[in-house]
């Protein structure tokens, strides 16, 4: 067969490869989107795939795990396939892997995140979280460390690496930097849960404020910057196959300073972390304090990408087995007591109460009157979910999609509790999904709720905003989950939806309503991570093997503690 000839621009005729044929192009896609269960992340049994079970377990101290390992470049040894520069070069892509014409929206979505670069002595660091000249700044005008991980995963899979490190090594600098809220100092790890660049423009120099917490609404530090901000060193690494930057003295120092404040000895009996209201992207009060699943999915994630990070040396031994044996501990924990399916709702509906000693079932002493009454219609014959906190005598049982999506990503959740997320999301998908994905959580607090949790806040009214609103953001944590559940036709069904939406509402931050219907009371337009998180979500669906900077195997050595319960019938 002859090789087809495209005509370019000018008039030319060139030969190009030969296009597949539709039925081709459809046999494609769909092997791809109907790919069994758990996509293959990584090619090949890696350093990135070691078990932190077996570092502990196999060798003791863990050093020698190390020492054992041919040496720490192996870490970044599986890069197959992940990297693919430029193949959408912005605004010009002309098609996308399996040759279909790309979304009309991409174009305008590329554009609009271009737009918000912000650059700093003339190197692009961040992206703005909204460009919304109709509306208050506020701080909107500034680059959030956790609004700018779309960003760089967006530009990460477009082979545009640069901006992204220029911010891990800007925020880095921010680290160090004394932070102190009123008379009292913060913790040496915090990073900043925002930054500004300020044009003298008498001397004609630009400097950089940030905010760890001390200007925030309700001046709450962020936890959730540091978490982000390693598991995207972790993405830019395994994107890039560049170990430098990770293995830089700086970088190697900013883990240690994050995770140390974390993993401190103190009063604590529960291997989650202990919280303030409003500390990660839901960032008022929400009824979110105590031990948030956001928080604990994060903070799980940034551990297990800590540990491939690290370099196996002296300086770093400590540090390496405190966040081993957390995982262990944190894992059990979280796969025993934050986890929900119609068998478990229905032990906690028939727990004692005041039980003591080692024996106790009710461990937290929960009482089954304080269980919700949507919940009993809420869950599912087949699904689960891993619910909003755990404390004594407390047991918040809202969604929060976030916390979800990364507990998936992460696998935290057993593959058994991924796959029953995800039956949930089916089965739920008017509460979950409705008109616009996705909600931030479900359900809404309503009237006396209300009141008492948010104290009376106008911006979190029931389902609006944090409270029941939902976020397109989420959209590219949604098609990560699906996708490496072996799903991708939930994100699919999910993208088609915001597409249809998303560009002619000029990317609202938040939609409202019980089904998400209306552009959010408050919402910014041209809000960043509304466009990233939409243009991440594409791509990965179009090319699943960029999963891989941001998903990590299961830890074949772990053993589950819970699965999900398969002898229900109802
Ligand atoms: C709002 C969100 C927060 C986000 C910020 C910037 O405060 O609650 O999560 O980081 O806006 O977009």
Not at 119 to 125: A, C, D, L, S
Not at 141 to 163: C, H, K, T, W, Y
């Amino acid at each position: 067969m002859p090789s087809p000839v495209d005509v370019t621009q000018n008039g030319n005729a060139r030969h190009v490869e030969a296009a597949p044929s539709l039925f081709e192009i459809e046999e494609d896609l769909a092997r791809l989107l109907e790919r069994p269960r758990q996509v293959n992340i990584e090619r090949k049994r890696s350093f990135d795939e070691r078990s932190f079970s077996e570092m502990s377990m196999t060798h003791s101290p863990p050093r020698q795990a190390y020492k054992n390992s041919e040496n720490s470049s192996r870490v970044f040894d599986n890069m197959v396939g992940v990297y693919s520069p430029g193949r959408w070069s912005g605004i010009h892509t002309p098609r996308s892997a399996f040759g279909f014409e790309p979304h009309p929206i991409i174009g305008d979505a590329w554009e609009a995140l271009r737009r918000s670069i912000v650059n700093f002595r003339e190197q692009p660091v961040g992206t703005i979280a909204a460009i919304d000249n109709s509306a208050e700044e506020l701080n909107y005008d500034q680059v959030f460390v956790r609004d700018f991980v779309p960003s760089a995963l967006a530009f990460l899979m477009n082979g545009e690496p640069e901006i992204v490190k220029n911010f891990l090594l800007k925020t880095l600098r921010l680290q160090s930097r004394e932070k102190k809220i009123d008379q009292f100092k913060l913790g040496d790890g915090v990073m900043p849960a925002s930054f500004k660049v300020l044009h003298d423009p008498v001397r004609n120099y630009e400097t950089i404020t940030a905010d760890f917490g001390e200007s925030a609404i309700g001046r709450v530090a962020p936890v959730d910057s540091g978490f982000w901000w390693i598991i995207l060193l972790r993405a830019y690494t395994k994107s890039t196959g560049d170990t430098s930057l990770a293995e830089m003295p700086e970088c190697q120092r900013g883990i240690r300073l994050i995770l140390e404040m974390c993993l401190s000895e103190g009063f604590d009996t529960f291997p989650t972390l202990l919280c303030a209201d409003g500390c990660s992207m839901i960032d008022r009060r929400m009824g979110v304090y105590g031990y948030p699943i956001e928080i604990q999915a994060l903070f799980f994630m940034a551990l297990r990408c800590a540990l491939l990070l690290l370099k196996p040396d002296e300086e770093n031994r400590q540090c390496t087995d405190a966040i081993i044996k957390r995982l262990h501990a944190l894992s059990f924990h979280m796969r025993s007591y934050f986890w929900l399916d119609i068998k478990q709702l229905n032990d906690i509906y028939r727990y004692k109460t005041e039980e003591y000693s080692h024996t106790a079932v009710n461990k937290f002493n929960v009482m089954p009157d304080s269980l919700p009454e949507w919940v009993f219609d809420f869950m599912p014959c087949r699904g689960g979910y891993f619910i909003g906190n755990v404390s004594p005598a407390h047991m918040d049982f809202r969604w929060f999609c976030l916390g979800n999506c990364i507990a998936i990503l992460s696998s935290l959740a057993t593959p058994e509790q991924a796959s029953a997320i995800m039956d949930l999301l089916e089965s739920r998908w008017q509460e979950l999904v409705g008109e616009m994905p996705l909600k931030i959580c479900y359900p809404a607090m309503e009237g006396h709720e209300w009141r008492i949790v948010t104290g009376c806040d106008p911006k979190n009214t029931s389902w609006s905003y944090h409270n029941g609103g939902s976020w397109p953001v989420l959209l590219w944590l949604l098609t990560a989950a699906a996708i490496k559940t072996g799903r991708p036709q939930i994100a699919r069904r999910a993208i088609e939806l915001a597409e249809s939406r998303l560009l002619k509402d000029s990317w609202p931050e938040y939609y409202d309503g019980k089904l998400g219907r209306f552009i959010g009371k408050q919402a910014r337009k041209f809000q960043t991570w509304s466009i990233a998180g939409y243009l991440v979500a594409r791509m990965m669906l179009e090319d699943p093997s960029h999963l891989g900077m941001i998903a990590l195997e299961e830890d074949k050595m772990m053993k589950p503690t819970m699965k999900r319960s398969a002898s229900w019938t109802c």
